[in-house]
């Protein structure tokens, strides 16, 4: 039995249009997503993969109610992904942003215990062992104690990874992790987003790096002109590209 965790339909949306008070005219409209339709099963690997602006983070945003769509549908394990669910729908669907943002003001094992904690998941003693257990396996022990700031990117960019993992989510969606990493911090994130992977995670990643999509995910969608363009298994989707715009993406890319 295939597994389906998300069912998207006709998912579209536009940015602007709002009446401020006073303005004469509506903000101008940009129609970012036109009618996204996708199935997503459990265990997919799937990279995201498009030219910049296209709607890849507005994409991913739609998902967890981060941006409101303007119109379609978004059913997460069966639940319409909307106002009334979304707390339950976070609670299982992890993010990991390409800036980290991680809460300054608490030390590393903190971050990882915080949501479990504002939200009762488990007794004290069980969300503790549980960072510890996740630290040990992103390699940070040590820096339990540690202040975000004190980290090096790829780092804290583990430990945004962990604090995802704290939750036991279901899915985890990845906006271009690896893109404000100094470069030889690049491999030590991408690393471990496949040792993820390998555990059967279900996660979306909107990457540039084209080596971990075609070694690690089990399809990759090109999303041009607000569409899905291509969805197909990497080694067909880079061998044989067949939208012209994909061709010419990955030109440049490759
Ligand atoms: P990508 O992640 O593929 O680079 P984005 O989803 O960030 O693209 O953005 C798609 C388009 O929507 C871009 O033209 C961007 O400028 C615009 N956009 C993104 N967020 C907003 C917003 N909050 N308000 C208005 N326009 C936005
Ligand atoms: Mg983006």
């Known amino acids: 039995m295939t597994d389906k965790i998300l069912e998207v339909r006709g998912l579209t949306k536009t940015y602007g249009g709002e009446k401020k008070p006073g303005a004469k005219q509506p903000t101008p409209t940009l129609d970012v997503l036109k009618g996204i339709d996708i199935d997503i099963y459990r265990g997919d690997v799937v990279c995201l993969i498009g030219p910049s602006g296209c709607g890849k983070s507005t994409f991913l945003r739609c998902l967890n109610r981060l941006e409101i769509p303007s119109s379609g549908s978004i059913k997460f394990e069966g639940t319409e992904v909307d106002e009334a669910h979304i707390d339950a729908v976070r609670q299982k669907m992890g993010m990991v942003f390409q800036h980290f943002n991680l809460f300054p003001h608490l030390t590393v094992k903190k971050n990882l215990e915080l949501a479990p904690t504002l939200l009762k998941l488990k007794d004290k003693q069980a969300i503790s062992d549980k960072a510890d257990e996740l630290l040990a396996r992103v390699g940070l022990s040590d820096k339990a ?14 430990i945004a990874i962990a604090r995802a993992l704290a939750m036991d989510p279901d899915v985890i969606l990845f906006d271009e992790p690896t893109s404000a ?74």
Request: glycine letters at 6%; aromatic letters at 6%; hydrophobic letters at 40%.
């Open 181 to 254: 990493l100094d470069p030889e911090m690049v491999g030590e994130v991408l690393e471990l987003m496949k040792e993820l992977a390998h555990t059967g995670i279900t996660m979306l990643v909107v990457t540039h790096e084209m080596g971990f999509a075609r070694e690690v995910s089990n399809r990759v969608i090109f999303i041009d002109d607000g569409k899905i363009q291509e969805d197909e298994p990497p080694q067909e989707l880079f061998t044989n590209p067949k939208h012209p715009r994909l061709k010419a993406f990955l030109s440049k890319m490759l």
């Open 145 to 158: 104690d540690a202040y975000p700031k004190s980290l090096s990117g790829g780092q804290q960019q583990r």
